[in-house]
């Protein structure tokens, strides 16, 4: 049973390549030809007026880089700034691969204060005072893993505090279709100071493979030459199909269908967990649960994996040195379409953790 994966998949999505393939009015011939590495202009403007940006990017003050993937988009954008930066402010807690990736082009990370709403402005000014990075990587709707979500309020004083010191954001709101009304966007209160990636793999399948990487307007060359020296651009025909689900509200209804299974699956399975430490959102799919004291994350993942079932290891979201009993795994629920494999599973894992404790 995979509960790491979270990559949740519903009918509809093959339902909307049938309809793309048969309702397309123009040949596949100009999709066999080599794409503007920057992606078709077309295109980008369905995601401009889909993202609600147009304004930003008619006025040049933002612009949008076609790429392959959140991740693709990452490797891209860090590429890019490494050039004249060399540190980035990040959560406690944060994505892994961004980690990796950011750790690979030579960037120094730093942690900042995090709270149940995610960071706090208090703890972002006693970092950058300390550190003068000029970069921020968060993701402030359902945080992976924590599931926190950054009120309006904070989201405003952290825009205010990074357009006085001229501090970038990266916001990477992988999540954020999940959330049913989700506070702005960093993009919406500080455009000219935000990257924002926007990828389809979780709205609505990996297999489309593309993501959209906002930037300010200056940084575009840039990082367009960086897809291209990283992947030689994005695929043509994906890139369409993209366009034609947004543009048709496709999307959108996908989107409010996953919410609603989200909901399904928290409403059933959340009661089973209810004696451990855990944080989660009523529509998200996964679950960050606090391990109690003595249990580590390692001998707890090995021993469910021996029980066939996979979740993540906490501590490959850390990014900081581990305080002594604050273990932590994710459990998703997005990979397996079985609601009653689920209950079995997640009666299973407190079981072992309720037996772990005695044990202990």
């Known amino acids: 049973m995979d509960l790491k994966l979270n990559y949740p998949t519903i009918a509809e999505e093959e339902t909307a390549l049938n309809k793309f393939i048969s309702e397309r009015k123009t040949s596949f ?7 503007n590495y920057q992606g078709k202009i077309d295109n980008i403007k369905i995601v401009s007026k889909y993202l609600q940006i147009e304004a930003y990017t008619d006025s040049n003050i933002l612009d949008i880089i076609i790429c392959n993937s959140a991740n693709h988009s990452l490797s891209c954008l860090l590429e890019t700034l490494k050039q004249d930066y060399q540190s980035i402010i990040i959560e406690p807690f944060t994505y892994p691969a961004f980690k990796t990736i950011a750790l690979n082009n030579g960037f120094q990370l730093f942690p900042s204060d995090f709270d149940n709403e995610g960071l706090t402005i208090e703890g ?21 893993p924590t599931c926190a979500v950054m009120p309006l309020t904070r989201r405003k004083e952290i825009a205010e505090f990074a357009r006085k010191n001229n501090i970038f954001i990266i916001e990477d709101d992988a999540y954020r279709f999940l959330h049913p009304d989700p506070p702005l966007r960093f993009l919406d209160l500080i455009p000219e100071n935000t990257f924002h990636i926007f990828s389809l793999s979780k709205p609505f399948n990996p297999f489309i493979k593309t993501s959209y990487l906002i930037a300010p307007a200056i940084f575009k060359n840039d990082i367009t030459e960086s897809v291209r020296l990283n992947s030689s651009g994005h695929s043509s025909l994906l890139s ?11 999307l959108n209804d996908i989107i409010f269908q996953k ?8 409403k059933r399975l959340v009661p089973l967990i209810n004696n451990l430490s855990f944080q989660t959102f009523s529509t998200s799919f996964h679950i960050w649960v606090k391990l109690p004291e003595r249990i580590t994350s390692d001998r707890l993942v090995n ?15 850390l990014t ?4 002594e009993g ?6 998703s629920l997005g990979a397996e379409q079985n609601v009653d494999k689920l209950e079995k599973a997640l009666i299973e894992i407190v079981s072992i953790i309720e037996e772990k404790k005695h044990n202990c």
């Open 124 to 144: 972002l000014k006693r970092t950058y005072i300390k550190t003068k990075s000029k970069l921020i990587y968060l993701q402030p709707t359902i945080h992976n």
């Open 303 to 317: 021993k469910l994996l021996e029980n066939d079932i996979i979740v993540s290891n906490g501590k490959d979201f």
């Open 326 to 331: 604050e273990n932590y795994i994710r459990i």
């Open 320 to 323: 900081v040195n581990q305080k």
């Open 259 to 266: 919410q609603n299974l989200a909901i399904q699956f928290q």
């Open 240 to 250: 369409d199909m993209a366009a034609y689900i947004l543009e048709n509200n496709i």
């Open 29 to 35: 011939k100009e999709c066999l030809y080599f794409p």
